[in-house]
T-cell receptor, first 114, second 109 residues
Framework: DTAVSQTPKYLVTQMGNDKSIKCEQN?????MYWYKQDSKKFLKIMFS???????INETVPNRFSPKSPDKAHLNLHINSLELGDSAVYFC?????????????FGAGSRLTVL | GQNIDQPTEMTATEGAIVQINCTYQ??????LFWYQQHAGEAPTFLSY??LDGLEEKGRFSSFLSRSKGYSYLLLKELQMKDSASYLC??????????WGAGTKLIIKP
């Protein structure tokens, strides 16, 4: 199946731990994203990665870091987890950044920090 | 600042028509998107408007007025499976997507 797949789907961990969420797309897209959806359901862009150019949302703490080994993968690493990091994290991909830029989302990874 | 407003929740009856409104104030405009998100699932693309007017796609239509900073999503012949959140998003002058909080649509038999 052509899709955006992310793992794990659920992640429960303690404050202060470091965790990673992996994302892979086989759609041939050249741009990938990480979004955070909080309890109020707002989707907030964290990062976009296009042709090795990383665009960072300046409000994202530097405890969050994306790593892209190739165009098809964009993993999210989170250091020193905090309670406020609990949310659903969505990976997405698209063709380019502009125009009718339709995003294809992964199924989401629900992170719970205790 | 940039802002997208849409109602938090709406209720409609199976078989009826519902209109979900979205107003926006953004730094520039490069298109407006509607996405559907079922509970616990990923958002999926519904429609894209960049010019004024109505875009029809089956039971769903989306309208845009750039001068008014306004869009609506029209859902006809509602089905129970249409129960979901509907997210409005605007692409600004920097090609960044600004998202609304979504409208939760509840369909009653």
């Amino acid at each position: 199946d052509t899709a955006v797949s992310q793992t794990p789907k659920y992640l429960v961990t303690q404050m202060g731990n470091d965790k990673s969420i992996k994302c892979e797309q086989n759609l041939g897209h050249d741009t990938m994203y990480w979004y955070k959806q909080d309890s109020k359901k707002f989707l907030k862009i964290m990062f976009s990665y296009n042709n090795k150019e990383l665009i960072i949302n300046e409000t994202v703490p530097n405890r969050f870091s994306p790593k892209s080994p190739d165009k098809a993968h964009l993993n999210l690493h989170i250091n020193s987890l905090e309670l406020g990091d609990s949310a659903v994290y969505f990976c997405a991909s698209s063709h380019g950044l502009a125009g009718a830029n339709v995003l294809t989302f992964g199924a989401g990874s629900r992170l719970t920090v205790l | 600042g940039q802002n997208i407003d849409q109602p938090t929740e709406m209720t409609a009856t199976e078989g009826a028509i519902v209109q979900i409104n979205c107003t926006y104030q953004t730094s520039g405009f490069n298109g407006l998107f509607w996405y559907q998100q079922h509970a616990g699932e990923a958002p999926t693309f519904l429609s894209y408007n960049v010019l004024d007017g109505l875009e029809e796609k089956g039971r769903f239509s989306s309208f845009l007025s750039r001068s008014k900073g306004y869009s609506y999503l029209l859902l006809k012949e509602l089905q129970m499976k249409d129960s979901a959140s509907y997210l409005c998003a605007v692409m600004d002058s920097n090609y960044q997507l600004i998202w609304g909080a979504g409208t939760k649509l509840i369909i009653k038999p």
